[in-house]
């Protein structure tokens, strides 16, 4: 099976042609070699890719036949990513939703409602 068509099954990309431009890209090694989209992956290869800042590790288990559902992509991968990368993306995700610059853009409602509270509270 390609490579991309195995990341695209094991749901680690939403598209095959973004699975495609990652290969593309440089950012999916397998047995630490950077490759194209169109190379074979076997069982026992060991895939690394870098997505949204973190550096995924894989084992590849089985190769399916389909897109297979979330519940059973495990039964085609062993993940050995290390849980710190994981905890990193956390972080990242809360530092995107709660940042804004300030004076950057419109108020939003919450800091409306503040600056309303603000406004009662000395008058």
């Known amino acids: 099976m390609r490579v991309d068509k195995f990341l695209w099954c ?10 495609t431009s990652a290969c593309k890209s440089g950012k999916v090694r397998v047995n630490q070699d950077i490759v194209k989209p169109s190379r074979e992956v076997y069982p026992g290869d060991n895939i690394s890719l870098r997505k949204e800042q973190i ?4 084992v590849v288990i089985a190769l399916p036949e389909a897109r297979v559902g979330a519940k059973i992509v495990d039964l085609y991968r062993k993940d050995s990513t290390p849980k710190e990368s994981l905890e990193k993306l956390e972080l990242l995700k809360f ?3 709660y940042y804004r610059g300030k004076g950057v853009g419109r108020p939003t409602k919450k800091d409306r409602r503040d600056l309303d509270d603000f ?5």
């Open 119 to 123: 406004v009662e509270e000395t008058n």
């Open 55 to 58: 550096d995924y590790k894989l």
């Open 10 to 19: 094991i749901r680690y990309y939403k598209t095959r042609s973004i699975a």
């Open 95 to 97: 530092s995107k939703d």
